[in-house]
């Protein structure tokens, strides 16, 4: 006979949340350094009082298991701080992306009612701003130090597998943003999800450059710190720090994205010194072009990792491809990775044959737990048991996965489908294109066409050449129909992941 109830003790040893471990790794680490600002340490002992520290004041300021607290901040020690803490007194810790505007944060901080906010100086005027008197305000320095040194010790809380831990916003690029919540759960099988597919190992180091708000930054931190590792914070796309950092600190896996990857390989190659030890670099390399990853590779003397993910999964949900280093990929298809059940399904939620291209659907321990407050939403998009990601994929014959493109970003021309991604992939075969974006352009005869911007190498191809490699490899109704040029990949405008938002392109090209 299964047991159905599971005693209060039985269900509290079977889970450890993300707080527990980083104490035991201050207990097995403590002298070790856990995180460096570059002005600043603090051994894991030291952050583990800290955090510990933070999660009695703010118990002694009321806040309750299920609470949200909210940070609008740079990269700093304390952000880290404040998430463990959070872990620690059962709240749930909300990452306020500082890159929204002012009736945006307000948005998220109106759509998940924090009990707290702390912010930096840096955006305290911000705060301001949003006149929001029934919210505590807390700012990091001289507030922060006060309260650490003046709460009382109290019982920190035992939190359960399904309860929520960070909320995550989404960009809002189509509407006004989601947050995505992410349970305990669902961190602990992040991070052990990174030491089966992605090489993570105690005593790890990780530079953390990307903003704090964001999942590539803010819980890969966590899992280098629940292993005893050392995270290295920056304060944003500083390409000096990180590669000087490069250079001097050996990593597990130095996050590149569009937007900043060109610079920080350029200043490497000039620097002319070897990089220290590097498990992987690089990553969403369908964003990048093929000579930019074969460069990125044999600058850094790393694999380039193929992966592809969202704040909803976790960074894995494909995970086993790797470029050896000086690779020029001929090829994108990635591998699934170890946890994770997958589907291709189309609008009808079939599941396609091989082949043919669908909507990933996907289930698994890394999931996050829905949006707040999005009970239609959240219907729609877990329809079945199975959370549709939104992405299309074609599966191979050798079971390994193309990516296509996303299914709500279609150009519908006459009554054909075109994802831009295919039209992006062959305008980058050209070595000479740095970066390419389709979006899409109303027209009286088609409905809407395919327009290219495209940013390149000195000297520039012709318009004409680009089209010439187009007609090679696309059929003619996927043809874009204008190409612009762009200075720059940095002309481009992009979310906190480095994508590509297209429809404000879209405003310049019609």
């Given at each position: 006979?299964?047991?159905?109830?599971?005693?209060?003790?039985?269900?509290?040893?079977?889970?450890?949340?993300?707080?527990?471990?980083?104490?035991?790794?201050?207990?097995?680490?403590?002298?070790?350094?856990?995180?460096?600002?570059?002005?600043?340490?603090?051994?894991?002992?030291?952050?583990?009082?800290?955090?510990?520290?933070?999660?009695?004041?703010?118990?002694?300021?009321?806040?309750?298991?299920?609470?949200?607290?909210?940070?609008?901040?740079?990269?700093?020690?304390?952000?880290?701080?404040?998430?463990?803490?959070?872990?620690?007194?059962?709240?749930?810790?909300?990452?306020?992306?500082?890159?929204?505007?002012?009736?945006?944060?307000?948005?998220?901080?109106?759509?998940?009612?924090?009990?707290?906010?702390?912010?930096?100086?840096?955006?305290?005027?911000?705060?301001?701003?949003?006149?929001?008197?029934?919210?505590?305000?807390?700012?990091?320095?001289?507030?922060?130090?006060?309260?650490?040194?003046?709460?009382?010790?109290?019982?920190?809380?035992?939190?359960?597998?399904?309860?929520?831990?960070?909320?995550?916003?989404?960009?809002?690029?189509?509407?006004?943003?989601?947050?995505?919540?992410?349970?305990?759960?669902?961190?602990?099988?992040?991070?052990?999800?990174?030491?089966?597919?992605?090489?993570?190992?105690?005593?790890?180091?990780?530079?953390?450059?990307?903003?704090?708000?964001?999942?590539?930054?803010?819980?890969?931190?966590?899992?280098?710190?629940?292993?005893?590792?050392?995270?290295?914070?920056?304060?944003?796309?500083?390409?000096?720090?990180?590669?000087?950092?490069?250079?001097?600190?050996?990593?597990?896996?130095?996050?590149?994205?569009?937007?900043?990857?060109?610079?920080?390989?350029?200043?490497?190659?000039?620097?002319?010194?070897?990089?220290?030890?590097?498990?992987?670099?690089?990553?969403?390399?369908?964003?990048?072009?093929?000579?930019?990853?074969?460069?990125?590779?044999?600058?850094?003397?790393?694999?380039?990792?193929?992966?592809?993910?969202?704040?909803?999964?976790?960074?894995?949900?494909?995970?086993?491809?790797?470029?050896?280093?000086?690779?020029?990929?001929?090829?994108?298809?990635?591998?699934?990775?170890?946890?994770?059940?997958?589907?291709?399904?189309?609008?009808?939620?079939?599941?396609?044959?091989?082949?043919?291209?669908?909507?990933?659907?996907?289930?698994?321990?890394?999931?996050?737990?829905?949006?707040?407050?999005?009970?239609?939403?959240?219907?729609?998009?877990?329809?079945?048991?199975?959370?549709?990601?939104?992405?299309?994929?074609?599966?191979?014959?050798?079971?390994?996965?193309?990516?296509?493109?996303?299914?709500?970003?279609?150009?519908?021309?006459?009554?054909?489908?075109?994802?831009?991604?295919?039209?992006?992939?062959?305008?980058?075969?050209?070595?000479?294109?740095?970066?390419?974006?389709?979006?899409?352009?109303?027209?009286?005869?088609?409905?809407?066409?395919?327009?290219?911007?495209?940013?390149?190498?000195?000297?520039?191809?012709?318009a004409d050449a680009l089209f010439a490699v187009c007609r090679e490899r696309l059929a003619r109704?996927?043809?874009?129909?204008?190409?612009?040029?762009?200075?720059?990949?940095?002309?481009?405008?992009?979310?906190?992941?480095?994508?590509?938002?297209?429809?404000?392109?879209?405003?310049?090209?019609?």
């Amino acid at each position: 006979m299964i047991q159905a109830d599971l005693s209060p003790l039985t269900a509290a040893a079977g889970f450890a949340d993300i707080g527990q471990w980083i104490a035991a790794a201050a207990r097995r680490h403590g002298a070790q350094c856990a995180v460096d600002d570059g002005t600043h340490s603090l051994s894991h002992a030291e952050f583990d009082r800290r955090a510990t520290a933070v999660a009695h004041a703010l118990i002694a300021l009321g806040v309750r298991p299920g609470d949200r607290i909210a940070v609008l901040a740079e990269n700093r020690i304390e952000y880290l701080e404040l998430a463990v803490a959070a872990a620690r007194c059962g709240a749930v810790f909300a990452a306020l992306n500082w890159r929204f505007a002012a009736p945006e944060i307000a948005h998220c901080i109106a759509l998940t009612s924090p009990v707290l906010l702390f912010a930096s100086a840096r955006y305290r005027t911000l705060v301001d701003t949003l006149a929001l008197p029934a919210l505590r305000v807390v700012g990091f320095g001289e507030e922060y130090e006060v309260l650490l040194a003046g709460s009382p010790p109290a019982p920190l809380v035992a939190v359960g597998p399904e309860d929520g831990y960070i909320i995550l916003y989404t960009s809002g690029t189509t509407g006004m943003s989601k947050a995505a919540l992410l349970s305990h759960r669902a961190e602990i099988a992040r991070l052990m999800l990174g030491r089966i597919d992605s090489m993570l190992a105690p005593g790890d180091h990780f530079v953390a450059w990307a903003p704090l708000f964001h999942m590539v930054a803010l819980e890969h931190a966590l899992h280098v710190l629940a292993l005893g590792g050392t995270v290295h914070i920056v304060d944003g796309a500083d390409i000096d720090r990180i590669v000087d950092l490069a250079m001097a600190v050996p990593q597990w896996w130095l996050v590149l994205l569009p937007g900043m990857i060109d610079r920080v390989v350029e200043t490497m190659a000039r620097r002319g010194q070897p990089p220290a030890p590097l498990k992987i670099v690089g990553a969403l390399a369908d964003l990048v072009s093929a000579d930019l990853v074969a460069e990125t590779s044999r600058v850094f003397r790393a694999p380039y990792w193929n992966t592809f993910g969202s704040t909803e999964t976790g960074m894995l949900p494909f995970a086993g491809t790797r470029f050896a280093i000086g690779e020029r990929p001929l090829s994108l298809a990635k591998a699934a990775n170890s946890n994770h059940l997958f589907k291709l399904v189309d609008d009808e939620d079939r599941v396609v044959a091989p082949g043919q291209p669908g909507e990933v659907a996907v289930r698994g321990p890394t999931l996050f737990s829905g949006y707040w407050q999005a009970a239609d939403t959240n219907a729609r998009e877990f329809r079945g048991g199975w959370f549709h990601m939104g992405d299309v994929f074609v599966e191979r014959d050798d079971g390994r996965y193309d990516y296509v493109d996303r299914a709500k970003y279609l150009i519908k021309t006459g009554a054909e489908n075109v994802y831009p991604a295919e039209i992006e992939r062959a305008l980058m075969s050209d070595p000479r294109v740095i970066e390419a974006v389709v979006v899409r352009k109303p027209d009286a005869k088609w409905g809407e066409v395919p327009v290219a911007l495209v940013a390149c190498h000195a000297p520039a191809p012709s318009a004409d050449a680009l089209f010439a490699v187009c007609r090679e490899r696309l059929a003619r109704y996927k043809q874009p129909k204008e190409i612009r040029f762009v200075t720059s990949p940095d002309d481009f405008p992009r979310s906190t992941s480095g994508k590509i938002q297209r429809q404000l392109l879209e405003q310049q090209v019609r």
